[in-house]
Each structure stands twice: as structure tokens, then as C-alpha cells.
């Protein structure tokens, strides 16, 4: 098994190395228009998350490098609050002459979008149309684990169990309508499963709740959970992302257990306004790429948890952003949730 588990964590460390071979690919043969933009001043770089935590690293080792590559300081701008509507808000007021870019993640571009549309609760911005997807920079996939007191050993355990006993299981999430509670309901839909949700106020909270055994399960972040694993107050049983974790290399993921659908990787990148030249979304485009493949880069952020190999071209990340529209309406919609006013 140990054999078996490390060969799988080398071929996601191999798949990885592809997609960067990809990517330094996609810098030789970039647009020429790219070669045409010229940074004069400083860039901002608006973060709609509170310093520390693996999404506020995730800018700043970029921003370091980004500032090397561009020859310009690139300033990163901590703004946050209110699911990034504040900082978006800042953002958009900002000209649209290529020296301002967004950190953006797939709660606050898509998810959080999805649940105001459900919700028919109108942004002060449209999530669509308002900012143009520049690259990708990395992700954080979540993974499922059981409280050490339900007594439920591996993933196929708590399926069976949620099936023998509908209605009977707890799991718990940051918050309605956060990606850990949709994560817990995409389960339920593709395993056929009736289970309990119960939201709460923060992270903090429901990791609580896990370890006491108020909620047999949840789906969390990797490296918390890595900590509540090693305390012996929880169990990993899948790691809902392509590759298997280099912080549990013997979990496999939900694609190996008979549900490739149930990725839950939450992805970070970098969005420009609507209407900048593309030239410069070119330009940072191809700085993010090159960035990502530095060995310091891929070091540091690899540590934290970030999944790297990610970056590529805007037309590649747009892609990505209507799937998951697509996927996360879908998921919303069929859950039925009932959000608070």
C-alpha cells in the first residue's frame, strides 16, 4: 500500500511537471502583442483576503516575483471583508490602463455569484462582465474526514453509513452557502445520500464540532486537517482534488474511490478590468506563468498546501470559469439550499 501510494503521489508530482512543461510552452509561443505593454508606475494588486493564510501567500510570493519579471513593484493591497464585494468595488474604480490587478478565487468569482443570482440578490458589479480573466496561479483542493468519535474508517465507510441511516449524519461547514457546505451537498447529490448540514459561523467553529463528534464528518481544508489528523481528533478519508496530497500521499482522492465528478479544488488567479489593453493582460499573463515555474515559487507555495501547475493563457482560464459556473448553478439549484436574509 505504502508502495502503491507513493508511486501515485510521484505521478501527480510528474502530471504536474507537465502542465508546467505546458505552460513554459505557452511563454515561447505567446501573442507578440504581448511584448507591447510598458508598466510606468507601480501595479496594484488588490486582495480581497486578510494578510496570512495560503490565499494571501499565494499573492504575495507571486507579487514578488511578478515585480522581477515585470520591472515594476507590484503592491499588494489587503482588502478584505463581505465575500470580496468591498474589494472588488475598490478595484473597479480603479482605471483600466493595465497597472491594477485582482486576486480572485472561485468562492468570490464564482460561488458567492451563483448564490446572489439564486438568491435574486444583485451585486453591485457584474462577476461576468466587469473583469477579464488573466491566469490562473494555483489551488487548494478540500478533502472529506470523519470526527475519530463517529467511527468511520474510510470513504466508503461514511457512504454506507449515510445510506443505512438517511437523515441520520452530520456534517458541518464555515457557513451556508460557503464551497465546504456545497462540497458537503455535491456529495450527498452524486452518492445519493440524505444528510445533515450544519452551518456555522467560522472555521474555527465547525472544526470544533468535528473534533467533539457533533458532526460525524466534514469537508475541510488540507492542511487543518493535516493538524487534527496528526492529533488523532480526525480522519482524512479523500482528498476531493485530481492529485493526491503530498500531506497524505496514502489518502486516495474521490476520482480513485468512483466519483471523478467530485473535485473541490478551490483555485486562485488574477483578474484584470474589463476593458484593459491585451497587451497587458498578455503580458501579466505570461509573467504568472513564468513565475510559477520558479523552483522558489513552486517550493514555498507547495509547502502550504497551494496545488501549482495550474497556470496557463486567459483563453484557458476563461474556460475554466464558465465550467464552473455551469457546475456550481447546477449544484445550487438541485441542493435547494435555504440561504439566511
Not at 489551488?139 to 475519530?148: N, V
Not at 464540532?209 to 457533533?214: P, V
Amino acid at each position: 500500500m505504502k508502495k502503491s501510494a507513493t508511486n501515485l503521489s510521484r505521478r501527480a508530482g510528474l502530471a504536474s511537471l507537465a502542465a508546467l512543461a505546458l505552460a513554459a510552452g505557452l511563454i515561447a509561443h505567446a501573442p507578440a502583442s504581448a511584448q507591447q505593454a510598458h508598466f510606468t508606475k507601480p501595479i496594484r494588486f488588490i486582495v480581497p483576503y486578510p494578510p496570512g493564510g495560503p490565499t494571501d501567500l499565494t499573492g504575495r510570493v507571486y507579487a514578488e516575483k511578478l515585480s522581477t519579471i515585470l520591472g515594476t513593484p507590484v503592491i499588494v493591497e489587503n482588502k478584505p471583508g463581505a465575500q470580496g464585494v468591498p474589494a472588488m468595488q475598490q478595484f473597479l474604480q480603479i482605471p483600466a490602463d493595465g497597472h491594477a490587478i485582482y486576486f480572485g478565487t472561485l468562492s468570490t468569482q464564482v460561488v458567492f455569484p451563483v448564490i446572489s443570482a439564486y438568491r435574486k440578490q444583485a451585486l453591485p458589479y457584474d462577476a461576468r462582465k466587469d473583469v477579464v480573466p488573466v491566469s490562473l496561479m494555483g489551488g487548494s483542493a478540500l478533502a472529506f474526514a470523519s470526527s475519530t468519535k463517529a467511527n468511520i474508517g474510510s470513504f466508503k465507510e461514511l457512504i454506507a453509513a449515510a445510506k443505512a441511516n438517511p437523515g441520520k449524519l452530520n456534517f458541518g461547514s464555515d457557513g451556508i452557502g460557503s464551497l465546504t457546505h456545497l462540497g458537503g451537498e455535491m456529495l450527498n447529490q452524486m452518492a445519493g445520500m440524505q444528510t445533515v448540514h450544519i452551518p456555522y459561523k467560522g472555521t474555527a467553529e465547525f472544526t470544533q464540532a468535528l473534533i467533539s463528534g457533533d458532526i460525524q464528518y466534514a469537508c475541510s481544508g488540507i492542511v487543518g486537517l493535516s493538524t487534527l489528523q496528526k492529533s488523532g481528533k480526525a480522519k482524512v478519508l479523500a482528498i476531493a482534488g485530481e492529485h493526491r496530497s503530498d500531506l497524505f500521499p496514502d489518502v486516495p482522492t474521490t476520482g480513485e474511490l468512483g466519483y471523478p465528478g467530485l473535485d473541490l479544488t478551490s483555485w486562485f488567479g488574477v483578474f484584470m478590468k474589463a476593458g484593459t489593453s491585451k497587451p497587458y493582460v498578455d503580458a501579466v499573463a505570461k509573467a504568472i506563468v513564468q513565475a510559477s515555474l520558479e523552483p522558489e515559487v513552486i517550493q514555498r507555495l507547495s509547502a502550504a498546501g497551494v496545488t501549482m501547475g495550474m497556470s496557463g493563457t486567459p483563453e484557458q482560464f476563461q474556460a475554466r470559469l464558465d465550467t464552473d459556473f455551469k457546475r456550481w448553478s447546477g449544484v445550487v439549484e438541485k441542493a435547494a439550499i435555504k440561504f439566511e436574509n
